[in-house]
């Protein structure tokens, strides 16, 4: 079960990161936080973290020997965007049909699950 749900997140993570340099550059700006848009564009702060997903997720799936300490930096990686998340909430930013407060307050919540997700199926 922890294989299939690695191999899901790496597939998940994947995905997210063509999504970011591709088809839903614009949708992510929504959650890229004004504080982080000061220091550089958000349009590369989109493609920056778009990046550092593919390479997470393909090294879940490309380096199985080194899959705890990949969890536990992809763990950090979930962490340090939730201040998006919340910024999209507490501003009133729609993106990805988040588009009413309710949504939005919803979607906090998923955060911590890919937290426990990535460490539970990354551990011996």
Do not use: C
């Amino acid at each position: 079960m922890k294989t299939f749900l690695r191999w899901l997140l790496a597939g998940s993570m994947v995905f997210a990161g063509l999504s970011h340099l591709f088809w839903a550059r614009k949708e992510f700006q929504a959650q890229v936080p004004d504080f982080a848009g000061e220091v550089m564009d958000k349009d590369a702060v989109v493609v920056a973290s778009g990046a550092v997903e593919i390479m997470l997720g393909a090294s879940l799936v490309a380096l199985p020997k080194s899959r705890r300490t990949i969890g536990w930096i992809l763990a950090a990686f979930f962490v340090a965007v939730f201040p998006g998340n919340i910024e999209q909430w507490a501003k009133k930013r729609s993106g990805f049909g988040l588009d009413t407060d309710e949504k939005r307050f919803g979607r906090l919540f998923f955060q911590p699950v890919l937290v426990a997700w990535t460490l539970y199926s990354t551990k011996s």
